[in-house]
């Protein structure tokens, strides 16, 4: 039973690692409004700062980020909307890489 206690703890502490490991991937808003991914970090979830749009409200975040939702990209905002969460659909083009990404995120842009 022990044993058992000792992988679930490993397995927890595993999860939790990768998932603020993900978090912690930032995406910085550049002047034409595009964003990129960084050559060599491929990643399913990214952070993306709005705080340049000077968005008043999570709604007015919300409806923005709507509008930019692709099949194979989805945007949510945090709740004062200075930031999103990106999430790739990677399990939708398990052989891209991250030029193709970021190629099908150039048709991406904020005001």
């Known amino acids: 039973m022990t044993k058992l206690k000792n992988v679930l703890f490993a397995f927890a502490l595993l999860c939790t690692a990768n998932v603020f490991s993900q978090s912690e991937s930032r995406l910085e ?54 930031e999103a969460t990106v999430f790739l659909q990677l399990s939708k083009k398990p052989q891209w890489t991250v030029s193709d990404w970021n190629s099908a995120i150039s048709e991406i842009t904020f005001p």
Do not use: C, M, W
Not at 54 to 76: G, P, Q, V
């Open 29 to 82: 808003l550049r002047e034409d409004g595009s964003f990129q991914i960084p050559s060599v970090d491929l990643k399913e979830v990214y952070k993306l700062d709005l705080t340049e749009l000077n968005l008043e409200s999570f709604e007015d975040a919300l409806n923005l980020l709507s509008h930019k939702n692709t099949d194979l990209i989805l945007f949510r905002p945090n709740n004062d909307g200075t």
